[in-house]
């Protein structure tokens, strides 16, 4: 059963920076897009950020220069960079992979990692 996990989320102050990862496991054979959304309270869940297999990147405005999305295919990795981070930041970040598996072609998400920034 394909899965991804997120983690290095956690509490950093405003103007900081953050790196989350994402592992995806499984019998997987490749994975196509890979991204990072994010849902602060209250709100709807709102993309990040997206890389192709090819890595060609694609960025929410209010992230733009400061995000940083990258991906690791031999370790079925996808990676954020996060700096300057800012209040409005603040979100419970998910991330998905488009995966084709033995057993399986389709998106997976993971259950989240939580982002806070505040002083």
């Known amino acids: 059963q394909v899965q991804v996990v997120e983690s290095g989320g956690g509490l950093v102050q405003p103007g900081g920076s953050l790196t989350l990862s994402c592992a995806a496991s499984?019998?997987?054979?490749?994975?196509?897009?890979m991204g990072w959304y994010r849902q602060a309270p209250g709100k709807q869940r709102e993309l990040v950020a997206t890389?192709?297999?090819?890595?060609?990147?694609n960025y929410e405005d209010s992230v733009k220069d400061r995000f940083t999305i990258s991906r690791d295919d031999a370790k079925n990795m996808v990676s954020l960079q996060m700096n300057s981070l800012k209040p409005e930041d603040s979100a419970v970040y998910y991330c998905t992979m488009y995966v084709y598996e033995s057993q399986y072609t389709g998106d997976i998400w993971g259950q989240g990692t939580q982002v806070t920034v505040s002083s």
């Open positions: 499984g019998s997987i054979i490749s994975i196509y897009a």
């Open positions: 890389i192709s297999s090819g890595n060609v990147t």
